[in-house]
């Protein structure tokens, strides 16, 4: 099995695969981190559920859409990437397709979506952006 150097971006690249070829689950390797991103993005409506799988390897099995609907995740990018980490303050988080998306940050309050940070006042990492 090839292991990757950066295992979030493997991730929003399956779910990109998972998209392009119309199928509704995927599965991932299980980390707390990846967790907490698929938390952030059924809160906001992005996916539709994950749920932690215990087979001999710990893994996650995300559903991104209804078989009968359509997906609400147009476009998912990694933004800081581990030879060029992107970082902001409160001021400079961007918005993303004039608020029909959203950032992801790791901040020192938990991952959290930029508006979130924008009224905690906080910066932090930007982890992707999700249109």
């Known amino acids: ?3 990757s150097t950066d295992p979030i971006a493997d991730m929003l690249t399956r779910i990109r695969n998972a998209l392009n070829v ?3 689950q995927t ?3 299980y980390s707390k981190f990846k967790e907490a991103i698929l ?3 059924k809160k906001n409506g992005f996916i539709l559920d994950y749920k932690v799988i215990s087979n001999p390897q710990k893994s996650i099995l995300i559903t991104i859409f209804a078989e009968n609907s359509n997906p609400k995740i147009s476009e998912l990018k990694k ?3 581990p030879g060029r980490r992107s970082y902001v303050n409160a001021k400079e988080i961007p918005v993303v397709k004039q608020g029909k998306g959203m950032v992801i940050l790791s901040t ?3 991952l ?3 508006n979130e940070a924008k009224k905690l006042n906080i910066g932090g990492e930007i982890i992707c952006e999700v249109v």
């Open 1 to 3: 099995m090839i292991t």
């Open 22 to 24: 119309n199928n509704p």
């Open 27 to 29: 599965s991932v390797p």
């Open 39 to 41: 938390k952030v993005l």
């Open 79 to 81: 933004v800081s990437k």
């Open 108 to 110: 020192n309050k938990g």
């Open 112 to 114: 959290v979506t930029g």
